[in-house]
């Protein structure tokens, strides 16, 4: 899977906008915490190349930068978690799970 990284706030408007045209996925990930590394893994057996027409993936390291993602959390009005997925639509969240609730199926039925 091809992730665009989220690293810098500035980001953060270029998602908004991108939403607008096709949702976007935020995978919030911690790469201390196996819980993390395991919804992860599960999200990326699932994934299929032909969701990219549907959805643009984008990866934040909440390790590395732990400030842009509670920006991320701040600016979408959803509390921070970790792991997290957050759905944004039209510069909104739309849908977001944490933990062992982050799944494929379901986030695919809200795309």
Known sequence: MNWNKLTEAAQ????????????VLIFKH??????SSMSLDRLLRKWKDQDLEKVTPYFLDLIAYRQLSDQVATEFKI?????QVI???????????????I?????????
């Open 103 to 111: 799944s494929y199926g379901e986030l695919m039925e809200k795309v």
């Open 30 to 35: 911690s790469t201390r915490c196996s819980i």
């Open 87 to 101: 759905l944004i639509q039209n510069a909104e969240a739309i849908y977001s799970n944490s933990h062992f609730g």
């Open 12 to 23: 953060i408007d270029e998602i908004k906008a991108l939403s607008k045209e096709k949702p």
């Open 79 to 83: 509390p921070h978690e970790s792991p």
